[in-house]
């Protein structure tokens, strides 16, 4: 067993740039700790693997697809693999939580 503090894991990320930390990596699933300050760009692209998001703090507008939602602490979000998405008009420094099932990357080598 492995437990995580996510104060812990989102002190170990620069505050001022977007960045994306990996913490734990098992074939069937992977687990980041994503952030972008306030104004800052979302520069991710899709992704090979299906992804949902924990919104530890911030705000943001989140848009996959065609749709778009408002986001905030609490919110959950899934996106399947393939999917166009980012996180637009961000007020808030922003910090999620990330998982990609399987791992991040696993698929694109197939």
Known sequence: ??????????KRRDPSQASSAEFLRVPSMSMSVYRIPAGAPDTQRPHTE??????????????????????????????????????????EDLVTLVVFAPSKGTRATR
């Open 1 to 10: 067993m492995q437990t995580f503090e996510m104060s812990e894991l989102v």
């Open 50 to 91: 299906d992804e949902a998001y924990y919104v530890v703090r911030g705000r943001a507008v989140f848009r996959a697809g065609n749709e778009e939602r408002p986001v905030a602490p609490g919110a959950v979000l899934f996106v399947e693999a393939g999917v166009e998405h980012r996180f637009e008009n961000i007020t």
